[in-house]
């Protein structure tokens, strides 16, 4: 009967030690025995796997309107020539003209432009060239030669005619970083870039910088 009582005794502290050993486990980062797991881990459901929630039981939901993709802010000026004139004079880029900014911008224009707009900004990629499509203008002519940044950036989000739009396909800082590489090209020679005179009072200047800050910053 001893024996039996003894047997017993052991039998219990050795369940003993097994449960704290598993509850401390062997890492310091484990959790240990999850006392009722559904506190921790919420359920996760299927994108269509069916959800009695809604009315038509759709898992996957449309973003509620008015949702902005992050990264993705949009960009205030209207998609029409009183825009394309406004950003014209609001619009200032953010980048200075440095090795390091004209190296990106560079990298952007030869993967992005350079087959339309040629080596130069001549209007002569290869799409002219073996594509046969019309030439775009190049970037030192008469028409675009005094071009503002504030267009090219309205051009490079919303396209123009034939030019498409790039703003699925460059974001924010890298529509302003080609634009400082295409300023090169527009102005081989290295002169000044020409400043369209800002039409209006003498506080339109202060004003088209803050505008232009923050439409930068929200795009
Ligand atoms: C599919 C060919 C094509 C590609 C790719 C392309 N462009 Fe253009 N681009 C054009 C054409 C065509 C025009 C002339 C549009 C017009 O004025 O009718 C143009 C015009 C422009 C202008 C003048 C805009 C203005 O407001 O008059 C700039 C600046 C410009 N492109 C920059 C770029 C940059 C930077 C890229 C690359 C991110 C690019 N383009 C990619 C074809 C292209």
């Given at each position: 009967m001893r024996k039996m009582n003894l047997h017993a005794l052991t039998n219990v502290a050795l369940i003993a030690m097994a449960m704290f050993l598993a509850s401390c486990?062997?890492?310091?980062q484990s959790p240990g025995v999850?006392?009722?797991?559904d506190m921790y881990r919420t359920p996760a459901l299927e994108?269509?796997?069916?959800?009695?929630?809604?009315a038509d039981s759709m898992e996957a939901r449309t973003p509620a309107e008015g949702s902005i993709p992050r990264?993705?802010?949009?960009?205030?000026?209207?998609?029409?020539n009183e825009g394309y004139e406004m950003a014209g004079t609001l619009l200032k880029n953010p980048y200075l003209s440095n090795e390091e900014i004209l190296a990106e911008g560079k990298a952007i224009y030869t993967k992005y432009c350079l087959h339309c707009h040629g080596k130069e900004g001549a209007g002569d990629g290869l799409t002219v060239t073996a594509g046969g499509h019309p030439p775009p203008p190049a970037y030192n002519s008469a028409a675009l030669k005094a071009l503002p940044e504030g267009k090219m950036f309205h051009t490079i989000t919303y396209g123009k005619n034939l030019m498409g739009s790039h703003s699925s396909q460059l974001n924010v800082e890298e529509r302003w970083k080609v634009i400082r590489y295409v300023q090169t090209l527009q102005n081989p020679e290295g002169e000044e870039a020409p400043v369209e005179a800002v039409e209006g009072s003498e506080e339109a200047p202060a004003e088209a910088a803050a505008m232009s800050d923050e439409t930068a910053m929200n795009n």
């Open positions: 486990g062997n890492t310091p999850e006392y009722m797991p994108p269509y796997g069916g959800n009695s929630n809604y990264g993705y802010l949009p960009y205030g000026i209207p998609n029409s």
